[in-house]
Every structure is written in C-alpha cells, then in structure tokens.
C-alpha cells in the first residue's frame, strides 16, 4: 500500500514508523523546514531550546513508553514547577507544600480564584466560567501529600539527546519533504492509498463551515548568564505572560548563557502558529461538522492535535496513532502494541 502521511510531527511519524514495519510505501510531506512538529528542539549556543514551547514526557502508558523506548533514552527528569500568586510563590499542583509556603490551606474555590481564574483566562482568551471542566480540572489538587512534581505518571523523562535527535532516529529510511504547501501533498494523497493527515481539519475542508478556533503562543526568549531558579514558573495574576522556562533545567544542560522564555498566549490567525484546540462553544459546533465529513473519506485517518481537534498531550498522541492505525499494522505490531 502506497501511504502519504501530510505532517512530520509526532502522530505523523508515529504512523509513519508503524506502517513502514508494516510493510507500506510511506512518504511524509511537511510545511514547516524541519521535523518533529512541535517537539521540535535544537541548541542555541550551549542548551537544548524547545522551539514551540516546554514538551515534557510523562505517561502510565506502558506500551507508549516502550514504543518511543525504541528510539531513544530517557534522562529521567520530572519536571517541577512554581506559580507567583497572591499568596506569594508556592509549588503546583497544590499540595501540602502549597500550603505550607502560601502558610494556609485554601478551599477549592479559593484555589480556583487565586490559582487557575488569571492564568486560565489569559491561557485561552474567555471567561473562566466558559471553560470546560476537562481544562479547569487538568492539573489535579493534591489535598493529601507534599508531592511537588508536576506529573506523578510511572514513566516520565526528556529524550536523553532531544526530541529532534530522536525524531531523527525514527525517520530512518522514510523519504520526508519538508517546506512543501500543503497542495502538493494533497495532490499526492490523491495518488495513494491512504493519506494520514494530520493538519488543521478546518484547513482540510477549505474552511468550508468556517474557521476553527485555536489558541496560540508568542515566545519572548531572552539569553541569561544564570538559571532561572526554577524550571518552570506560572504567573497566576494579571501579568500579559502565563509562564517563563528555562531550557536548561530539561537536559541539565550548563550553559555559558541559557535561554530562558516568556510564554504570551494569543488568537490564532494566518501570522502564527495554532498550538491549542478550543474544543467548546462554537468551536464543538463547528467541529461537529467537520468530523461529519471526515467520516465519509475512507482513504483519509485523520491523526493527532490538529486533525482530531483535541487536546492530546504527547502520549495520549502515541496511543491514538496506534489505536487508529490497527487494522493497517502488521500482525506483530498489533500484538505488541494494542
Ligand atoms: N492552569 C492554571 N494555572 C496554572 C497552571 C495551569 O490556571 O498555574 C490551568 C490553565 O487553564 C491551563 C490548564 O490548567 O490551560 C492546563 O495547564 P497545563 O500546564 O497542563 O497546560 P499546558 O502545559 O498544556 O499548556
């Protein structure tokens, strides 16, 4: 079977490596000039910077993490991260450890207006109240340890060389174009088999029932003699920006200079880049109709954050891929990998 994949982010090459060992021809077209998507990192001066913003690997899955396994190692690192409030900086999730450096407990609602109210409505440009509890619940209230980690799952780690490198390494042996438009890999879906797609879904139809919201990022980065004292902190208050990160803290990397970000969220339009789906509203609506005429495309799988208009973090991206690719795999993947 003759495969175009249009996309060299993560659900991209995930597919692409999986048909590939099952036995396809695949081809892989991408817009931007590199791979990885997202993911994407490369050294500025002496530190690995996350070009599209902080990845951090975490999952319980174990069958994702033994996939990606495959292809690269793990450093290890569990990222922590610190949030300034009214009640003065303190660790989140909330914990106990909040409580002691913020010296008081506070209720959930408490939590939710001087914790998540700010930085969520800068996050994504709405009320607080409008968002759904799939968003305002992502990061869990920890009422009954001290646990400062940003994620508990069983496995979590950075690429020990970068998400670049192993990209790298699972694209060995498939041709990737890369800076090409999108028309030129919808003209050679039309040749194939099968076509992974892993854009815009809106993009795909033409914007035929109208734009699809999503959330985008500005990055303000700025070289630093020292490290930011913490790898990672949230502005929970009125500040423009949501976070700043420093690069070095992922690989533990010490640089002559680093490079520490500013994260500014904003709409997205034709000048930037969509990072995040607004899967609410009149974003559901509008998608609603897309996904109605996905459906009828049997030569097409739609993959991955842009195309399925969710918000998947990067193992939940792993396991869609697979999960959507089965009856495409090759016996033995599918035994190992369902
Ligand atoms: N959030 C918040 N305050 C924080 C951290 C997160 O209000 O200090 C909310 C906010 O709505 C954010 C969501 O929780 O969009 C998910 O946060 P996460 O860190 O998982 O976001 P990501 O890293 O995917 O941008």
Request: charged share 20%; hydrophobic share 40%.
């Amino acid at each position: 079977m003759k495969v175009i994949i249009t996309g060299a982010g993560l659900s991209g090459t995930v597919a692409a490596v999986l048909l590939k060992r099952a036995g396809h021809r695949v081809e892989i077209y991408e817009t931007r000039p590199h791979i990885a998507g997202n993911c994407h990192d490369g050294k500025t001066g002496g530190v690995t910077v996350h070009t599209y913003g902080p990845h951090l690997f975490h999952t319980n899955n174990t069958m994702v993490w033994n996939f990606l396994s495959r292809f690269t190692a793990w450093n290890g690192y569990q990222v922590r991260v610190v949030a300034d409030t009214a009640l003065g900086r303190i660790p989140i999730p909330w914990s106990l450890a909040s409580a002691d450096a913020a010296g008081r407990d506070l209720t959930d609602s408490g939590i939710r207006d001087l914790i998540f109210r700010d930085y969520s409505e800068k996050q994504w440009g709405i009320p607080f109240a409008e968002l759904p509890d799939a968003i305002r619940n992502r990061v869990p209230l920890r009422r009954d340890n001290h646990d400062t980690r940003y994620f508990t799952d069983r496995h979590q780690g950075q690429p020990a060389d970068g998400f670049t490198a192993m990209f790298t390494r699972m694209l060995e042996g498939i041709p990737v174009h890369l800076g090409v438009p999108e028309g030129l890999s919808m003209e050679a879906a039309a040749r194939a088999d099968l076509h992974i797609y892993t854009g815009k879904i809106d993009s795909y139809f033409r914007h035929r029932h109208g734009r699809l919201p999503y959330r985008s990022l500005r990055f303000e980065h700025t070289r630093s003699a020292t490290r930011q004292p913490h790898a990672v902190i949230n502005q929970c208050n009125t500040l423009p920006w949501t976070r700043t990160y420093d690069h070095a803290w992922f690989l533990d990397e010490n640089p002559a200079e680093t490079v520490v970000t500013r994260e500014y969220p904003l709409a997205h339009d034709d000048t930037n880049e969509p990072f995040y789906p607004m899967p609410f509203g009149d974003g559901m609506e509008i998608h609603a109709r897309y996904k109605a005429l996905a459906r009828n495309l049997p030569h097409t799988l739609f993959l991955g954050r842009l195309a399925t208009y969710s918000y998947l973090d990067m193992w939940m991206a792993v396991a869609q891929a697979v999960t959507l690719l089965r009856h495409h795999l090759s016996p033995a993947d599918r035994k190992d990998l369902l």
